[in-house]
């Protein structure tokens, strides 16, 4: 079973930062690629960022590219999501999720309960 605990979010102004958790089973961080999309309300879900634990790769959409840094700590089967100078259009409910890294964007089949991020200009 996939298992996956968020932790992190909240309020900031912009320019602010914000750090992301998302704990895993050692399967899960083993197995999948691990990373967080969001969704604000009236808008489509947007991929953000993964991390694939087997050999460290990353993704990142555009849009945060520069500003958001995801890592993984193998020790403790948890990602992390650092989100630096943000903008309240980063302002949504971010999911992590369990899946696959394809060449331009991360694919998900498993995600967690969700975590607020809101920025205020």
């Known amino acids: 079973e996939v298992q996956l605990v968020e932790s992190g979010g909240g309020l900031v102004q912009a320019g602010g930062s914000l750090r992301l958790s998302c704990a895993a089973s050692k399967r899960t961080f083993d197995d999948y690629a691990i990373g967080w999309f969001r969704q604000a309300p009236g808008k489509e879900r947007e991929g953000v960022s993964c991390f694939a634990s087997s050999d460290g790769s990353t993704y990142y959409a555009d849009s945060v590219k520069g500003r958001f840094t995801i890592s993984g700590d193998n020790a403790k089967n948890t990602v992390y999501l650092q989100m630096n100078s943000l903008k309240p259009e980063d302002t949504a409910v971010y999911y992590c999720?369990?899946?696959?890294?394809?060449?331009?964007?991360?694919?998900?089949?498993?995600w967690g309960q969700g975590t607020q991020v809101s920025v205020s200009s």
């Open positions: 999720a369990a899946g696959v890294m394809l060449l331009h964007s991360c694919e998900y089949d498993y």
